[in-house]
């Protein structure tokens, strides 16, 4: 069992080392849950476990440069693209506060952070997930740096911790392809304080599971995460929705395990649909779908229907649809794709991704 406390950075015993300058460019992926998370307690905690896939292609790549300073305090610039970018100061504050009581060196430097999507700003595809990962990462390389004895599942463990903080969803792009995130009984050593690879073996039709995001809108959020989360607080439906997610994850293990697509499909879908419920059955209520949306899911309904190809789909907090398949039929399923849904997305635009493999240093 690991506690938060565990977690925190002690001085005096650890760092070995000085460190006056340096600098680290790191990648993390987006990633897409098939268990949701949809609410939460105090300090991050998740109210149920989930498990996403870990994409490959939306990422974030954040650069960070630190020089020790004389003063104590968070200080930092920030830019987007190489400009100075105001708009996102607040949320990196708000990420440095509060993982000060684990990392108190960070008092200690001025940092530059440099931060670039692979996915357009304007896509309606989250950030917060992959730019708070790639935080994490940084974060923790310095923190090695200055302790070099660290093992590199301590340093897993505490990235993750550190991305939880910053966006709950964020824990789950530091390490693997599949991750649980949150304390699930059949699933061993996970944790509401960080997310783990799935610790079982997958069934290989879901080996470069393939995730095609369909952008039918790319504007801002119309509910942000943290009022989503709040949502769930005196909902009526809350706790029966909170034991359904640990059901659905011991049976999506199962699934993952033998393989089983129909079954998968089924849960998928179920998911995507009872995180939009939870958000339409709540005070106050919301209706994230689009029009466009419904036309999507009833063209990948009756496409399934005729050829029966294993597509489905998955839906986050917003109306993109996340069309999910394997490997195998990607090319019929690009082209129906192509010809019939493209045209329910602004713009015709769609991402192509697939599942990919948690953060990586780049230098
Ligand atoms: C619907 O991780 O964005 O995408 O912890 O408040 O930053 P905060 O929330 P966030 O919530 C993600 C919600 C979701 C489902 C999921 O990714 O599991």
């Avoid at 987007?80 to 430097?109: A, N, T, V």
């Avoid at 709950?168 to 792009?173: E, F, I, L």
Wanted: charged residues 20%.
């Amino acid at each position: 069992m690991t506690n938060a406390t565990d977690f925190i950075f002690d001085v005096q015993h650890k760092a070995a080392t000085t460190v006056a300058s340096g600098t680290f460019t790191w990648s993390a992926p987006s990633n897409i849950a098939l268990v949701k998370y949809w609410g939460k307690k105090e300090n991050q905690i998740p109210a149920n476990p989930s498990l996403s896939f870990t994409l490959s292609n939306c990422k974030t790549i954040t650069t960070l440069t630190f020089t020790k300073k004389e003063e104590k305090g968070i200080r930092f610039d920030l830019l987007f693209e190489g400009k100075p970018k105001e708009e996102f100061k607040p949320k990196i504050q708000k990420f440095f506060e509060r993982i000060l009581p684990y990392c108190s060196y960070i008092e200690d430097y001025h940092f530059t952070i440099d931060t670039t999507n692979t996915f357009p700003h304007s896509s309606g595809i989250a950030s917060s997930a992959s730019g708070m990962a790639a935080m994490a990462m940084n974060i923790m390389a310095l923190e090695q740096a200055l302790h070099p004895a660290m093992e590199t599942s301590y340093f897993h463990k505490k990235a993750s911790f550190l991305a939880r903080l910053g966006s709950g969803s964020a824990c789950r792009s530091v390490v693997g392809s599949i991750v649980v995130w949150g304390e699930q009984a059949d699933v061993e050593g996970s944790s509401d304080l960080y997310g783990i690879e799935a610790p079982f073996a997958v069934h290989h039709n879901f080996e470069n599971y393939q995730d095609v995001i369909l952008l039918v809108d790319k504007g801002e959020k119309q509910v942000s995460s943290t009022v989503g989360h709040d949502l769930m607080h005196n909902h009526p439906f809350a706790a029966e929705r909170f034991k359904q997610a640990h059901q659905n994850l011991s049976a999506l293990k199962q699934i993952l395990q033998t393989g089983d697509l129909t079954r998968f499909i089924a849960l998928v879908e179920s998911e995507a649909l009872t995180l939009h419920a939870m958000m339409m059955t709540s005070m106050p209520y919301f209706i994230l779908m689009k029009p466009n949306t419904l036309q999507i899911i009833e063209k990948i309904w009756a496409f399934r229907a005729k050829t029966a190809i294993p597509i489905c789909f998955t839906l986050d907090a917003g109306a993109n649809v996340h069309v999910l398949f394997p490997e195998s039929v990607k090319a019929e399923v690009l082209e129906f794709i192509r010809a019939d849904l493209s045209v329910f997305c602004q713009n015709e635009h769609f991402i192509e991704d697939k599942m990919g493999n948690g953060a990586l240093l780049i230098k």
